[in-house]
């Protein structure tokens, strides 16, 4: 493919992550689109950049045209959704419908960040979440996934996350003890996972489902 040719769309770009992310593909060469859609508007703006404002509850198969990655950066906490079930919708309904409708489209490679500690059995309900979304994706038969899991995220976030805030000083204080297969552990900023996510798309491995760990 020809330099500057490739289309991206990007679904979370409100968040941490996501927001990085928007800017990373906007000023990458190789990406000459990028669509956002979003629940409200973007602060960024940039001429490659078209932002579809969106209920994510009525979405249709319209609202996601072809592209060459789908970029999901979907996420919220719990504590901010008030509910285990409004927390569910943003971090496993939502996902699901946008790849289900992605799929009909043919876009060849969807990347998602879910969480290191995804796991069926683990004694965390947010982590619980996180694997049985990827099963689901997995399920799915998407010609191409790819499934990221950092470990806890840092950067500057518009709102206080208390929990994250005393893990990322934890996190901190361990950090000269996380060495060998522990390095893993080490937070890591949501601009390296964006910068990740956009090599993956270009360069990353060429298989139906590839999991990234931290």
Not at 111 to 137: C, D, P, Q
Not at 144 to 151: D, F, G, N
Request: charged share 25%.
């Amino acid at each position: 493919m020809k330099l500057g040719m490739r289309s991206a769309i990007v679904v979370g770009a409100t968040g941490l992550t996501g927001s990085s992310l928007i800017e990373q593909l906007c000023d990458n060469d190789e990406y000459v689109s990028v669509i956002v859609i979003a629940r409200r508007e973007l602060q960024y703006k940039h001429p490659k950049l078209e932002v579809k404002i969106r209920n994510f509850d009525t979405l249709e198969e319209k609202d996601i045209e072809f592209a060459h990655e789908l970029f999901c950066c979907l996420g919220t906490t719990i504590k901010k959704a008030g509910s285990r079930e409004a927390f569910e919708k943003v971090d496993f309904e939502y996902p699901l419908a946008i790849a289900s409708l992605a799929k009909k489209q043919g876009i060849p490679h969807m990347l998602v960040i879910t969480a290191m500690g995804a796991n069926e059995r683990s004694r965390f309900y947010y982590n619980r979440v996180k694997w049985k979304l990827e099963h689901a994706l997995i399920e799915l038969g998407l010609q191409r996934l790819s499934i990221i899991r950092p470990s806890l995220l840092v950067g500057q976030r518009d709102e206080f996350r208390f929990g994250e805030k005393v893990g990322e000083k934890l996190i901190k204080l361990a950090k000269p003890l996380l060495i060998g297969p522990l390095k893993r552990l080490r937070s890591i900023e949501s601009s390296q996972v964006a910068k990740s996510m956009i090599v993956i798309g270009l360069h990353g491995k060429k298989q139906p489902v590839t999991i990234y760990p931290s």
